[in-house]
């Protein structure tokens, strides 16, 4: 059997794991970011279980001093302070690493790259097979005969082994041993190794190629001349320096003794107690087993009283068993249905169902939900509904699959779901208003979602009823895998499941539904989320239940060719890159692209690789190159077709429901933590627009039959008449009063010309800086932007702040806010907790603060066209008008307009859009009318 030693460079693997989940953090139910120990732990446990090591262990830096710091002051100087929360995450990895029962390898004075140097080393001289778990290219050095380097996969990436062969071509050198020659050439800037000033990794990798050794470059600087030959005379000290704190020492007085490092069984109850502080339940679950809860068991006697629906008094002595874990001074309960006691009654007869319906008229709220055969609410057919009105006790409704008998008892039900003055609660109740209103039923009480209470409580945290049952009642939910199956084709559905199970699991999710609210309603409060929730959120419900239930119509037939004369155009595209390639290849294949490119054609000596080693042949790449040569542009043609017909052309007519034939989008009203909605099946947002070809797809959206036309009405610079308000800026909000071209004015200030003489160029790149200001733009990318040289672009960013000083101030003002409270909201109160806004990383904390500036911006559009959408529905409704409002998309809304509704609707539309949220400047919005959405557009 093999022997593999597996040696992980700890620091460099959990500063890797954690900025991977940045943009979405693993956030506990106390408020601890827990990212780290979370990517590092899945990284162990993959390698475990894929690679299969005999032997194993982790090395970290201390904090001592090391013979770099002494020889060079300014070793690793202008490293970013670690994120506060990666430096919490220290302890837990460690208790994690020996719950695994795996050595940690420290010691003062070395770093871990030199531990892990010498013990590859000496484990390979001893018949090892080693491999040192490193993204650092500084270990190329120490790979030979044995001994490699292992990149774990990473964002997408596949896992990575470089041995000699692969470091001597990744750095086009002869040896591994060169690779200190190149690092004492170019420097590190990571640790602040200086290098020679000047020389970057091409320049250096050529040099060796020639003179083969650091110190034969430099030996040979006069021969090699000019202002490279004075760069290395003036940098040879620190060219020497460099290559020795480079050099990786595998002489460290530490010793590979294989007993210690054998991979042995996890300590269980270690692990158990780690995971759940950290709350890692499925992680748990994966590497524990099934039986993971956390900690010992207590046993308690109860006695359960329990009253039926007609009254009859049961009591019984029950024996309740809850796992429990001690955290801090916490006591988690991990409670479920088999040690919780509580009451649940089927309602299957025509008197049970009459005596409920008089029990819940009877109450000021309700809990509900549904049953169904999916969980598309516009394809699934339900199977019962249950309610709840006290904690503990729930009621499950079986329903007939006939579609009249179902109809017939939910009507049974229309004083509860058209009450005046009862509040219906549900957790993501769209979706069970959806399921009725396919049954003729219209849920018209008050309403109350605990998925968007804890939405606005909670924007960047996880929302499924399981989790936060789990978070907020310390309750574990009945699983529904328990029930149908795990998800995939052997999956059943719950008309397949017996009437005990889906009683338990259904009156269930009532009750948790129903306690859920009595924990967020005061939160929201709290919070000062409470008028987000009841003016915005709340009343937009019934808005996207309605849209959701029209759909839209598709002209499936225009689909189809449009199918056609794209096939026809990427197929002429294709040929056209092989004619000028010279050879045939597949195009689709970003590896073979990137070789024909830079190897073959040789359009970029500069060409940069991705993780992987292959040329990276991005959109944003293939742009940059586009005018060096016209098969880049053929390329380009090649993917945006190839992309629309695939994603949208082809597949869109799929999406048709088989009741009404036509596609009916889902919105997500509780994903964007900036309050924006988004939509799925299909995605909307997503429609191509600024391009001719992707403008075309719209064409295919048109109106329900030949009374109707499309008509779009869509906010018109919104963002920027925001900001303008929102910084009361003078000048931005004079040229908005008057009316005039804000980008014409914006280019015509930065630029300093009169309004007249600015031209479509100088307007195009002031378009670019005014949305891009908001988004935190650089001069670096704005230059990449708009192919500008850097300085152009500084002084337009520059002279953008001089012009319009209180939006710079505004930007000010915003990061202040935040660093003081924590938060950032919008014109109505939604939030943004900004929990890295103080960090002493500055990567960290420039995203924290550039979301500061812009989520008001962005979160206030949102909420402006939420407020005009429960308007116009609201309006709509009275006036029992046949138009009907079908989609929205970013600041855009479509309708189904009745051609005689036309003269009522646009006023009535355009009215309550302006007005919808006022501001210090004019809102305004542009409408259009067509037979199908391109024509409206």
């Known amino acids: 059997m093999e022997k593999k030693l597996f040696l992980l460079d700890a620091m460099a693997l959990i500063y890797r794991a954690y900025y991977a989940l940045i943009r979405n953090p693993r956030i506990t139910s106390a408020g601890r970011n827990t ?117 774990p996969p990473y964002m997408g990436n596949k896992e990575e082994i470089m041995g000699p062969k692969e470091i001597c071509e990744k750095w086009q050198i002869q040896n591994v041993h060169q690779v200190i020659d190149i690092l004492g050439l170019m420097g590190d800037a990571v640790d602040n190794i200086p290098g020679i000033a000047g020389i970057g990794e091409k320049t250096a990798m050529k040099l060796l190629a020639q003179y083969h050794s650091l110190e034969n470059v430099l030996e040979n600087a006069d021969t090699i001349g000019g202002k490279m030959g004075e760069k290395i005379k003036a940098g040879r000290d620190n060219a020497i ?157 079986p329903l007939p699959a006939d579609n009249t008998a179902a109809r017939a008892i939910i009507h049974e039900f229309t004083p509860l779901f058209q009450h005046p003055s009862i509040v219906l609660i549900g957790q993501n109740i769209k979706y069970d208003m959806l399921i009725l209103k396919w049954y003729g039923m219209e849920i018209t009480t008050a309403l109350f979602d605990t998925m968007l209470a804890h939405y606005l409580i909670e924007p960047e945290g996880r929302r499924s009823m399981d989790v936060l049952s789990a978070q907020y009642l310390q309750y574990e939910p009945v699983p529904i895998e328990s029930l149908i199956g795990k998800k995939g084709k052997g999956q059943g559905n719950m008309r397949d499941v017996e009437i005990e199970k889906i009683k338990e699991y259904a009156a269930e999710d009532a009750d948790i539904t129903l306690q859920l609210k009595e924990k967020f309603m005061p939160m929201l409060p709290e919070k000062a989320v409470d008028k987000v929730f009841y003016d915005i959120e709340n009343p937009l419900i019934k808005v996207l239940t309605d849209m959701e239930y029209e759909g839209i119509a598709l002209d499936t037939m225009a689909l189809a060719d449009y199918s056609k004369e794209l096939e026809i155009e990427i197929k002429r595209a294709e040929e056209s890159v092989y004619e000028q390639a010279g050879v045939r290849f597949k ?82 009203q509780a994903v964007a933590v900036t309050g924006r909605l988004s939509s799925n099946n299909p995605n909307l947002q997503n429609i191509p627009i600024r391009t001719d070809r992707g403008r075309e797809i719209r064409k295919a959206f048109i109106p329900r039959n030949e009374e109707y036309v499309l008509l779009s009405a869509d906010y018109s610079q919104i963002e920027l008449r925001i900001i303008a308000a929102i910084s009361e800026d003078k000048e931005m909000m004079s040229a908005f009063q008057q009316g005039i071209d804000i980008h014409a004015a914006t280019a015509a200030k930065v630029y300093n010309v009169a309004l ?113 959408m429960i308007a116009i529905h609201k309006a709509f409704k009275e006036q029992n008008l046949k138009s009907r409002m079908l989609l929205q998309v970013h600041d855009e809304l479509v309708f189904d307009a009745h051609r005689s509704e036309l003269e009522i609707i646009k006023p009535l539309i355009l009215d309550l859009m302006r007005n919808a949220l006022p501001l210090a400047v004019p809102v305004e919005a542009e409408m259009g009318i067509g037979n199908n959405w391109l024509e409206a557009h």
Not at 608 to 625: F, M, S
Not at 652 to 663: D, E, Y
Request: proline letters at 3%; glycine letters at 6%.
């Open 587 to 668: 195009l689709a294949s970003p590896k073979q692209l990137g070789e024909v490119l830079f190897e073959k054609l040789q359009l970029d000596p500069k060409a940069k690789k991705t993780r992987t080693g292959q040329y990276a042949t991005g959109e944003d790449v293939l742009q940059k190159l586009s005018s060096k040569h016209k098969i880049v542009e053929d390329i380009l043609i090649f993917r945006e077709l190839s992309k629309l017909k695939s994603t949208y052309v082809d597949s869109l007519p799929l999406l048709l429901n088989k009741r009404t034939n036509r596609v009916h989008t889902s919105y997500n």
């Open 35 to 151: 990212n780290a120990q979370f990517g590092f732990t899945t990284t162990l446990l993959d390698l475990i279980n894929k690679e299969k090591p005999t032997h194993m262990a982790v090395a970290f830096d201390t904090h001592a001093p090391t013979e770099r710091h002494t020889t060079y002051t300014d070793y690793k100087a202008n490293r970013q302070d670690a994120p506060e929360d990666l430096l919490d995450a220290l302890p837990d990895i460690k208790r994690i690493i020996e719950g695994f029962n795996i050595p940690v390898v420290e010691l003062d004075g070395y770093e871990a790259d030199d531990v892990i140097g010498t013990l590859a080393w000496q484990a390979a001289d001893a018949g090892y097979t080693v491999y040192m778990v490193t993204p650092d290219k500084d270990y190329g050095q120490l790979v030979r005969d044995n001994v490699f380097i292992y990149k």
């Open 756 to 868: 007249e003489e600015v031209t479509s160029q100088m307007r195009r790149n002031a378009k670019s800086v005014n949305f891009g200001i908001i988004y935190g733009v650089s001069a670096f990318g704005l230059s990449e932007n708009l192919g500008i040289p850097r300085s152009e672009a500084k002084m337009l960013i520059d002279n953008y702040f001089a012009q319009y000083p209180s939006i710079k101030q505004y930007m000010e003002d915003q990061v202040k806010f935040a660093s003081e409270n924590g938060y950032v909201q919008t014109m109505l109160g939604r939030k943004r907790w900004l929990k890295d806004i103080n960090s002493s990383n500055a990567v960290v904390r420039g995203f924290a603060e550039r979301n500061a500036i812009n989520m008001p911006i962005q979160g206030t559009a949102a909420d402006m066209i939420k407020l005009a």
């Open 241 to 397: 320096l460099s290559k020795e704190l480079a050099t990786i020492i595998t002489d460290v007085p530490v010793s590979f003794h294989e007993e210690d490092f054998c991979i042995k069984d996890c300590d269980k109850g270690k692990l158990t107690d780690i995971f759940m502080e950290l709350e890692f339940k499925t992680l748990g679950k994966r590497i524990l087993g099934d039986g993971f809860a956390g900690g010992a068991s207590v046993e308690a006697k109860a006695r359960v009283v329990q009253t039926d629906l007609f009254g009859t008094v049961i009591e019984e002595e029950v024996t309740v068993t809850t796992e429990v874990v001690e955290t801090g001074n916490i006591l988690l309960a991990d409670k479920n249905i088999n040690n919780t006691p509580h009451e649940y009654e089927v309602i299957d007869t025509a008197e049970k169902r009459a005596k409920l319906l008089e029990q819940l008229l009877g109450q000021s709220e309700v809990s509900f939900d549904t049953e169904t055969t999916g969980t598309d609410a516009n394809e699934a057919e339900i199977v019962g509904m249950s309610f709840s009105f006290k904690k503990g006790v729930a009621y499950y409704i």
